[in-house]
């Protein structure tokens, strides 16, 4: 059975400052999402990952997958207050699109 | 751009109601899926369908059923709605890897 865990589950930072949030998955897999949500808000597709060593950025956010760890992570650069939000992981379980959803991660960035 | 729209963005049902959550999407994709989703335990698939019809039971289907008799909507059911019920509920489509969400629907269940 396919099972997704992050971590940490809750952070608190200071803006200016980097911090990482981890995804670990069980199984093989070669596909893995990223996504945010803000408060009452649905979740905003951030990055798709295809393959191992795939990397992307967009902004202060950069997401990264080693597929033989089974991990990916999702780096914050010179966090800003607009990155409040709660991330989460999800991966493929290559059956008809289905995704297993990581707990998500949710982050507060103080001024 | 995608969209993804839910009839309702609050509800507020008593036990034992039947409760029908609606889900649109315009961009013509395969696959839908309804969660549900709770504090602390991420997003949780109650079911899923890949075709006009043609559904699939997810991790949590107990309590649920769904209907699909037209591509771009998907249907939730609620056939005896019970307190344990009382969630967000997330829609969203799909034709390929990435999954577009629908803003939810926030149902309390007395």
């Known amino acids: 059975e396919l099972k997704v865990e992050q971590n940490p589950l809750f952070l608190s930072m200071q803006e200016g400052k980097n911090y990482t949030i981890y995804c670990n998955y069980s199984?093989?897999?070669?596909?893995l999402y990223w996504y945010r949500q803000d408060p009452g808000k649905s979740l905003e597709s951030l990055f798709v990952?295809?393959?191992n060593g795939a990397v992307k950025q967009e902004g202060r956010l950069m997401a990264s997958l080693d597929t033989k760890a089974r991990l990916s992570t999702l780096h914050i650069t010179a966090a800003v207050h607009d990155l409040s939000a709660t991330y989460f992981c999800?991966?493929?379980?290559?059956?008809?699109?289905?995704?297993?959803w990581g707990a998500g991660t949710k982050l507060i960035i103080k001024p | 751009d995608v969209k993804v729209t839910q009839s309702s963005r609050y509800l507020v049902k008593r036990t034992g109601e039947k409760v029908f959550l609606e889900c649109v999407q315009d961009?013509?994709?395969?696959?839908m899926f309804w969660y549900r989703q709770d504090p602390g335990l991420g997003l949780r698939l109650i079911y899923f369908s890949y075709d006009v019809k043609m559904k699939e039971k997810g991790d949590i289907p107990e309590g649920y059923s769904v209907s699909r008799e037209k591509k771009e909507r998907f249907s939730l059911i609620l056939e005896s709605a019970s307190t344990n019920q009382t969630s967000m509920y997330l829609c969203a489509s799909s034709r390929l890897e990435t999954q577009y969400f629908g803003p939810g629907t926030r149902l309390l269940v007395l």
């Open positions: 961009m013509d994709h395969e696959n």
């Open positions: 990952l295809l393959s």
């Open positions: 999800a991966v493929d379980n290559q059956s008809n699109y289905q995704l297993i």
């Open positions: 199984t093989t897999s070669d596909r």
